[in-house]
């Protein structure tokens, strides 16, 4: 993939469904201009891959949208977390620019360098954060124009134990962790999450939720949760492949989809 490729695709659904299931970290691509800022060799950049990537989580939204009554709308990121992080603050906001990994990420998840000191991110924010942020703003438009809702449903992994890179990592790491917003995040679409993957969390080990700034904190027509899946329960880890569970949780993530649409 180089630089003049699309770094995003959205799927369409049925066109009555608000529901956007959004996948911004299941990929490995790294274009060749931009693994040139990288420092890592090729053996360690493909082993930071393997803790960093939200393996098959791409998979796990494609088969809810082919199990779903409704089929809903997908926002996938074609591009490599280590691009750019499209859910990070692009500004001080963003805490994990504690561990250098804001927008754009100068520290692994072990926290060692990625990119050489006094590295410049505003190039890679202009040509990849900002129009991935400008597609998802209208792709929220267009469910609240013709459903008069959205439903942002964002699809992580996270591994089974602890990385040096997390800042909130010592608390439990339930099967399935559901990210919440005090504004975004109704009491009726976390009760449908909770139904639907049975064993789940709140809010450990992350927390939050990913909704578009023009949205944020403004229009409560934008509803969102996010949906982190500990990989020992669908893959190998890390980096390996997928198991049977995929498909289990596909199918959970799909009555959630049916339950909210």
Request: charged residues 25%; aromatic residues 8%; hydrophobic residues 40%.
């Amino acid at each position: 993939m180089t630089s003049a490729a699309p770094s995003f695709d959205l799927l369409p659904g049925a066109d009555d469904s608000p529901v956007i299931l959004h996948v911004p970290h299941s990929s490995r691509e790294v274009p060749p201009e931009v693994r040139a800022g990288i420092v890592l060799d090729d053996g360690a950049l493909e082993w930071e891959l393997d803790h960093i990537v939200d393996a098959h989580t791409a998979e796990i939204a494609g088969g809810a949208a082919t199990s779903a009554g409704t089929a809903p709308w997908r926002f996938v990121n074609r591009l490599s977390r280590l691009v750019v992080d499209p859910e990070r603050f692009p500004d001080e906001r963003e805490e994990m620019l504690a561990v250098g990994m804001g927008a754009v990420y100068t520290r692994t998840t072990h926290r060692e360098a990625l990119r050489p000191a006094g590295f410049e991110a505003g190039p890679l924010i202009e040509r990849y954060f900002r129009p991935y942020a400008q597609a998802m703003t209208e792709a929220v438009a267009e469910r609240l124009a013709a459903t008069g809702r959205a439903v942002i449903i964002d699809v992580h992994s996270y591994p089974t134990r602890a990385l040096p890179y997390e800042l909130h990592g010592d608390g439990p790491r339930p099967p399935v962790c559901l990210g919440t917003d005090a504004f975004h995040t109704p009491p009726r679409l976390l009760a449908a999450a909770r139904e639907a993957f049975g064993e789940a969390g709140v809010d450990s080990p992350f927390s939050g939720t990913y909704v578009p700034l023009e949205f944020y904190g403004r229009d409560p027509r934008v509803s969102a949760l996010m949906v982190e899946i500990r990989r020992d329960t669908y893959m190998a880890e890390p980096g390996g492949p997928a198991g049977p569970g995929l498909g289990r949780l596909a199918r959970a993530l799909a009555a959630l989809v049916d339950a909210v649409g």
